[in-house]
């Protein structure tokens, strides 16, 4: 499977943002799609997963309230919707895929830079 990412761009606090993930290859629906981002001299974190079908939407406590994963199986694609945009949440944005069940994501985008201004 490979994924694009993009929707990213610079916007002001407050703002919104809709990312989206495009997958090419075959994918199944049990399969997990997720959003990772990486801020510059940090850690990679996990931001927001659910699989191809939509099931089981989840996000990360940081972004809970702001963040909305959701998917569309037939055009294959995922979307991070992004509300109340903090200068915190600049990044740079990744969607990655892997198998129900595995612990390693398979598949990444190349990723999608956000950056939100104050």
């Known amino acids: 499977v490979q994924l694009q990412a993009c929707g990213g761009g610079l916007v002001q606090a407050g703002d919104s943002l809709r990312l989206s993930c495009a997958a090419s290859?075959?994918?199944?629906?049990?399969?997990?799609v997720a959003w990772f981002r990486q801020a510059p001299g940090k850690e990679r974190e996990w931001v927001a997963g659910?699989?191809?079908?939509?099931?089981?939407?989840k996000v990360a406590d940081s972004v809970k309230g702001r963040f909305t994963i959701s998917s569309d199986n037939y055009k294959k694609t995922a979307y991070l919707q992004m509300n109340s945009l903090k200068p915190e949440d600049t990044a740079v944005y990744y969607c990655?895929?892997?198998?129900?069940?595995?612990?390693?994501?398979?598949?990444w985008g190349q990723g999608t830079l956000v950056t939100v201004s104050s």
């Open positions: 990655a895929s892997k198998i129900r069940g595995s612990t390693t994501y398979g598949s």
């Open positions: 290859g075959r994918t199944f629906s049990s399969d997990v």
């Open positions: 659910l699989t191809w079908s939509g099931a089981g939407p």
